[in-house]
């Protein structure tokens, strides 16, 4: 029988029984053993689109055909559950918490699904906030997962160290907003990421253009795109563009970012992300073989 839980009465999720479950080595099974690759989605700076981009590759991937994840490691900014338009609290059994479901099938952890109302604010210091993460991922009942996206804290916090050393990441798309300042912040993510093995897979430029409606010509707002050239100081391998589109407002809005067509937009990312997950799946195949 499912309990529900409540962050409100809890320093983490509050699901009765659950601030004294057991040590992970003594559960029957953690999830975790289930999720085939795990792919972080990092801004150096907020309010660049990271949540959005987040939502849109976990969407087209799920169009492909994969079963995909999401776990908003973004607790005191978290805007999944409302790009998605979930509403409703998660629930916990005797194996762990059950993730929430997007419309279409996506699995989502968030503490906004935790939360008595969406805007509560989310004032936990910093161990806090580390603990709740290591348990979104090490107790969240995520079952089959090809691919599960991590929604990364902005910018280079200890939240954001704690995902990168705790979270077996595959690779992270860094996203960045067209201004020069901004694609340097991204530069010290880079870094860092680089600092801590962690293959940078692709660089989004979001609002990085503007289509005109009436002339249907791209209009580069804030200057030539930088992007291109980051990516290519800091070895990224590959690089898209969205536009500012009135559309992904209106639809994030909506609790309907699934809805988006996104085009061949994110093709080059999302490539790319597939290249790194076939190597590690031939790596983890040649290490199971010699035993
Ligand atoms: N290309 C775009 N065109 C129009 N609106 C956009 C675009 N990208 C993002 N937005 C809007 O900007 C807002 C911020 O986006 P989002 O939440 O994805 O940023 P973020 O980088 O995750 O922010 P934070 O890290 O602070 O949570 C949202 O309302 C989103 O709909």
Redesign the pocket.
């Given at each position: 029988m499912s309990e529900e839980c409540s962050a409100s009465s809890c320093s983490s999720c509050g699901v009765s029984g659950c601030g004294s479950r057991k040590a992970p080595e003594e559960k029957p099974k953690t999830a975790r053993a289930n999720v085939k690759h795990v792919i972080g989605v990092v801004?150096g700076?907020?309010?660049?689109?990271?949540?959005?981009?987040?939502?849109l590759l976990a969407s087209q991937m799920h169009k492909r055909g994969f079963k995909v994840g999401i776990l908003d490691a973004?607790i005191t900014?978290?805007?999944i559950p409302k790009?998605f338009g979930m509403s409703g609290r998660l629930t916990a059994d005797n194996d762990g918490i059950n993730p929430g479901m997007t419309e279409s099938g996506i699995k989502v952890m968030s503490v906004n699904l935790m939360l008595p109302q969406e805007d509560m604010a989310v004032a936990w210091r910093g161990p806090v906030i580390t603990g709740l993460l290591k348990q979104f991922w090490e107790e969240t009942n995520w079952e089959d997962v090809d691919y599960l996206f991590v929604?990364m804290?902005?910018g280079t916090s200890d939240i954001f160290l704690t995902v990168m050393q705790s979270f077996p990441l595959e690779g992270i798309v860094t996203?960045s907003a067209p201004q020069e300042l901004v694609a340097m912040i991204v530069g010290k993510a880079v870094n860092l990421a680089h600092d801590m093995n962690v293959p940078v897979i692709g660089l989004v430029e979001?609002?990085a253009y503007f289509k005109c409606d009436e002339c249907d010509k791209e209009h580069f707002i804030f200057g030539e795109p930088q992007g291109r050239f980051v990516a290519k100081r800091y070895q990224i391998p590959a690089y898209s563009t969205?536009?500012?589109?009135?559309?992904?407002?209106r639809?994030?809005?909506m609790g309907k970012v699934e809805d988006y067509d996104v085009a061949d937009k994110l093709d080059p990312i999302i490539e790319q992300i597939e290249i790194a997950s076939r190597l590690a799946d031939a790596k983890k195949e040649g290490e199971q073989a010699q035993g």
């Amino acid at each position: 029988m499912s309990e529900e839980c409540s962050a409100s009465s809890c320093s983490s999720c509050g699901v009765s029984g659950c601030g004294s479950r057991k040590a992970p080595e003594e559960k029957p099974k953690t999830a975790r053993a289930n999720v085939k690759h795990v792919i972080g989605v990092v801004s150096g700076k907020g309010g660049v689109g990271k949540s959005l981009v987040t939502s849109l590759l976990a969407s087209q991937m799920h169009k492909r055909g994969f079963k995909v994840g999401i776990l908003d490691a973004d607790i005191t900014g978290p805007s999944i559950p409302k790009a998605f338009g979930m509403s409703g609290r998660l629930t916990a059994d005797n194996d762990g918490i059950n993730p929430g479901m997007t419309e279409s099938g996506i699995k989502v952890m968030s503490v906004n699904l935790m939360l008595p109302q969406e805007d509560m604010a989310v004032a936990w210091r910093g161990p806090v906030i580390t603990g709740l993460l290591k348990q979104f991922w090490e107790e969240t009942n995520w079952e089959d997962v090809d691919y599960l996206f991590v929604d990364m804290p902005p910018g280079t916090s200890d939240i954001f160290l704690t995902v990168m050393q705790s979270f077996p990441l595959e690779g992270i798309v860094t996203v960045s907003a067209p201004q020069e300042l901004v694609a340097m912040i991204v530069g010290k993510a880079v870094n860092l990421a680089h600092d801590m093995n962690v293959p940078v897979i692709g660089l989004v430029e979001n609002m990085a253009y503007f289509k005109c409606d009436e002339c249907d010509k791209e209009h580069f707002i804030f200057g030539e795109p930088q992007g291109r050239f980051v990516a290519k100081r800091y070895q990224i391998p590959a690089y898209s563009t969205l536009p500012i589109d009135p559309e992904f407002a209106r639809l994030c809005d909506m609790g309907k970012v699934e809805d988006y067509d996104v085009a061949d937009k994110l093709d080059p990312i999302i490539e790319q992300i597939e290249i790194a997950s076939r190597l590690a799946d031939a790596k983890k195949e040649g290490e199971q073989a010699q035993g």
